[in-house]
């Protein structure tokens, strides 16, 4: 016998949640936690802290479930609550320096200098370079400001429209694109940086 | 020198937005200027890296559902606990000046209580040794009353008061 719960829609089960109905909030989080990790994994890579995140993302929604007037998406409005708290999170903790940058470990130097010698993206995209290509991107990207990786991200890792991450984010759609194209040119420079360093000591 | 075309191309719009067209254009430029070769590289790496760190996502656990619903009860709990410590830190001063008011009260009883009571005959007895007050009726000055006739006035009720005036 399948759950009356699983068959309601989202806006029912806002309505019986917002009664305090604990169970129809239970079905909120099953039905949206991938969503709401995907969000919360974009921002942090620890499985630890996107747990902790996604937990505190739930908490908000339930905590602010009456502002749902039902006008959009619970998806919609769950992203937005998502993207909003990462953000937050992610300004309450430390930015990396500039300098560490430049002492990266060997498995990312060595994914650099084959980006420089020109081997292939399917070769770049192999299982074992993936995990040393997201080491390298979060040791840059924790060097930008919440708000430059959070841009970075949306708009050109996950391909979002700039309405679609002025909705999540609550900025304008000016706001969104200065913001995108100062984070590219940061995020640029950057690689640019470890590129340089890599072309004249390549041994290293 | 860095063609300002180029590097602004690749700041306004991502990389993998590019039409070919425009892709051909960096392309060329880019086979004859080393500085923007470096930033087309540079680029290029940028939204591979962005990439694969979109790739790495974290599943939910199985029991995460069950996690939420007890943090909610948990935070529920928490804004009781602070709501009642909120009230009791605002009636505080209140509850304590009425319960300082009641000790005051019940001493006061007490001390009341403690004292032997006072007779009537007593009073009269030791007002009698007391100097002869004089009571003096401001409607007419001629009238005097000495303090005894007063206390006769009063505690004799079936005496009239002009009788106490000789009248």
Redesign the interface.
Known sequence: MTDPLEQASDLELAKLAQETD?TA??EI??RY??R???I???FF?D?TQ??DA??EI??RA??HLADYEGRGSLEGWLTRIATTTCLNLLRNSQRRPESDLAEMPEAEAEW?DH??AGVS?ER??AAEK?RE??D???R??GTLSPDDRLV??L?????MSIKDVAGATGWSESKVKVQ??RA??R???A??KL??VRKRNPSK | MKENHIVYL???R?L??LSVAELEMVKAHTAACPECL??Y?????????????????????PF??T???A??RE?KLSSKRLRFSRLWQTARPLVASMGALVVLLLALTFFNNSEPPTEPSNVASVNDSAPEWVIVDSDDAGDEMTYSQALTVLYDPTMEAGDADGK
């Open positions: 604990e909030f239970a989080v099953r936690s991938p709401v990790f995907q919360a994994s974009r890579r499985r996107v747990e996604s937990q739930f908490l339930y905590t650099l980006h420089l993206a770049h995209r993936s290509a997201a390298l991107a979060d840059v990207l970075l991200m708009v050109d890792a996950d391909e995108a194209f590219r040119r995020m640029r420079e690689v640019e590129l340089t | 690749l700041e306004r991502s993998g937005s470096l930033a590289q540079a680029a290029q790496a940028s939204l591979l890296l962005l990439q694969e760190r979109a790739s790495v996502i974290v599943e939910p656990p995460f559902q996690k939420v619903l943090a909610i935070q």
